[in-house]
């Protein structure tokens, strides 16, 4: 299939939905185009060199928080059903990706694909760069490939927190206390939990012994070595963010070569289970983590949310970043800073809250030994630039608005 067809499709059908009064993603297309965009979506999905499928793979098993099945691990619920030889993660990935489903996403993938591509291209050419008709193609497929992703975790992220609104515990996603069986939920400190749930964060020091700390440290700088932490290349044309990064599964770690890692994952899955268990956060099991180092001299990280409400809702609810470095002072910059919690927009709106200038309320060395949790959606926070060799690991965990979050936070009335 030519790309001319596909961007002229896209194009004309976003060019005419300010025209109409039906809402975005909902006009009518005939059946032809219909099957037309539905295959495009399908070819993308399986193209190897995009890496599509591979790439909503790991962005519904990060969010989510459900690993690839290779076996029981720590006490976590998220393994397949008895007699099925699918996980959570796999059954919703298929459940999004049939047919049926992408034909009911089509229309606001491809509403949005052409939004983002005709900006993209529109900036190109005010710079003088003019992309060749194969650039068209490329461009135009990834940006498709992207929203499709998107989308389809929006969607996602909106079943998992009407179950959860619900009181489902549907395949097990949910950090169930009763199902943790890896020892006991008690690594927080009563002024942790009390920070994480007034203040909208909390700081546990020591959080594991300084032997595990020393064994991460070294594991990282082998993982670095090697060359497996890679920047985020769009963040990174943008000067948003310099470090270096990689997605690591509980299983996926080498349990000779990598003790450290272990012990310290091992001790971060139950994190979901001990805040369920005091706070009734809703929130759901992970045993997916982000590795990052930020390098000396040239290490940051510009001020942003993890999360959101309503569009922006990406489904995470709180923050967990642990770090490992050795003797560090605050010359060495890399701080992380906190701002105060935001109000959001239905509290700004009902006159409850009044949205002011952010506020610093922390500014915390990256100290060996210490968990950082925040609340995801409501907590500015950035990284300063950095004098040294930083790394750390992090994870973040799902989980609807609304459970243990601020009154009316959630809701508009």
């Known amino acids: 299939?030519?790309?001319?067809?596909?961007?002229?499709?896209?194009?004309?059908?976003a060019a005419e939905r300010p025209k109409t009064d039906v809402a975005a993603g909902k006009k009518e297309w005939d059946e032809r185009t219909l099957d037309t965009m539905v295959k495009v979506l399908e070819e993308i999905l399986l193209e190897k060199n995009r890496l599509c499928k591979q790439d909503l793979e790991r962005r519904v098993r990060t969010g989510t928080g459900v690993r690839e099945f290779k076996g029981k691990c720590c006490g976590a619920p998220d393994e397949p059903v008895p007699g099925e030889t699918e996980d959570a993660a796999a059954r919703i990935i298929k459940e999004y990706t049939r047919p049926s489903a992408l034909r009911e996403s089509v229309g606001p993938i491809m509403e949005w694909s052409a939004e983002i591509f005709g900006n993209v291209k529109r900036k190109g050419e005010a710079s003088g760069q003019v992309m060749d008709s194969a650039t068209e193609v490329t461009v135009l497929r990834d940006v498709i490939k992207e929203c499709m992703i998107r989308h389809?975790?929006?969607?996602?992220?909106?079943?998992?927190s009407g179950s959860h609104a619900n009181g489902s515990h549907d395949a097990g996603l949910l950090a169930t206390p009763q199902g943790y069986t890896a020892g006991d939920l008690n690594s927080f400190t009563g002024e942790m939990i009390q920070g994480l749930m007034e203040e909208g964060y909390g700081i546990q020091e020591d959080f594991v012994s300084d032997s595990i700390v020393n064994e991460v440290y070294n594991e990282l700088?082998?993982?670095?070595?090697?060359?497996?932490?890679?920047?985020?290349?769009?963040?990174?044309?943008?000067?948003?963010?310099?470090?270096?990064?990689?997605?690591?599964?509980?299983?996926?770690?080498?349990?000779?070569?990598?003790?450290?890692?272990?012990?310290?994952?091992?001790?971060?899955?139950?994190?979901?289970?001990?805040?369920?268990?005091?706070?009734?956060?809703?929130?759901?099991?992970?045993?997916?983590?982000?590795?990052?180092?930020?390098?000396?001299?040239?290490?940051?990280?510009?001020?942003?949310?993890?999360?959101?409400?309503?569009?922006?809702?990406?489904?995470?609810?709180?923050?967990c970043t642990f770090y490992v470095n050795k003797d560090w002072s605050s010359e060495s910059g890399g701080q992380l800073v906190l701002y105060k919690r935001r109000p959001n927009s239905?509290?700004?709106?009902?006159?409850?809250?009044?949205?002011?200038?952010?506020?610093?309320?922390?500014?915390?060395?990256?100290?060996?030994?210490?968990?950082?949790?925040?609340?995801?959606?409501?907590?500015?926070?950035?990284?300063?630039?950095?004098?040294?060799k930083r790394y750390a690991v992090s994870m973040w965990l799902m989980g609807p608005p609304g459970p243990g979050d601020q009154p009316d936070h959630h809701t508009p009335t």
């Not at 389809?152 to 998992?160: E, F, P, R, S, V």
């Not at 070569?257 to 805040?275: D, N, R, W």
Request: proline share 3%.
């Open 221 to 319: 700088e082998l993982i670095d070595f090697d060359g497996k932490l890679t920047e985020v290349q769009q963040q990174r044309m943008t000067g948003h963010r310099t470090d270096r990064i990689c997605w690591v599964n509980f299983e996926g770690l080498d349990r000779e070569k990598q003790p450290g890692l272990m012990a310290l994952f091992k001790k971060m899955i139950s994190i979901p289970f001990e805040l369920n268990k005091k706070c009734s956060l809703y929130l759901q099991a992970s045993a997916s983590f982000q590795l990052a180092v930020y390098a000396e001299g040239k290490g940051y990280y510009r001020k942003h949310v993890d999360g959101g409400y309503e569009d922006q809702n990406n489904g995470r609810k709180v923050s």
């Open 152 to 160: 389809t975790l929006k969607l996602i992220n909106a079943t998992n």
């Open 346 to 388: 239905f509290q700004i709106a009902k006159g409850a809250l009044k949205q002011e200038e952010d506020e610093v309320v922390e500014k915390l060395d990256p100290t060996g030994g210490r968990l950082v949790l925040f609340r995801s959606r409501d907590i500015p926070h950035e990284v300063l630039p950095t004098r040294r």
């Open 1 to 13: 299939m030519e790309g001319g067809f596909l961007e002229k499709a896209i194009s004309k059908e």
